[in-house]
Nanobody
Framework: QVQLMESGGGLVQPGGSLRLSCAAS????????MGWSRQAPGKRRESVAR???????NYADSVKGRFTISRDTAKNTVYLQMNSLKPEDTAVYYC??????????????WGQGTQVTVSS
């Protein structure tokens, strides 16, 4: 099984920064892409950022210019650097990964989420 574990969430003041981390573990042959999504109370889950095997990235318009996604391939870890945080960024943040297991089956796994609260 492939498991993902997020970390780095917490309480931060508006304008502050947080860095989220997510490590994938298990019988992984390769990871094609990793990403972050978030869900606030009463809202649909939305994709925040994504990075592919080749390093290309995309971001939601609401976070573009403030958030940066990166990946450490050797560690099967994805990061989300969040700067200039706004109260609207408050949500549970989830990471996900898609790829191929060591048994050559496809996987798409999600973490349990980490709470990010932006408030004064």
């Amino acid at each position: 099984q492939v498991q993902l574990m997020e970390s780095g969430g917490g309480l931060v003041q508006p304008g502050g920064s947080l860095r989220l981390s997510c490590a994938a573990s298990g019988s992984i042959f390769s990871i094609n892409a990793m990403g972050w999504s978030r869900q606030a109370p009463g809202k649909r889950r939305e994709s925040v950022a994504r990075i592919t095997e080749g390093g290309s990235t995309n971001y939601a318009d609401s976070v573009k210019g403030r958030f940066t996604i990166s990946r450490d391939t050797a560690k099967n870890t994805v990061y989300l650097q969040m700067n200039s945080l706004k109260p609207e960024d408050t949500a549970v943040y989830y990471c996900d990964a898609e790829g191929t297991t060591s048994r050559l089956t496809q996987f798409n796994s999600w973490g349990q989420g980490t709470q990010v609260t932006v408030s004064s």
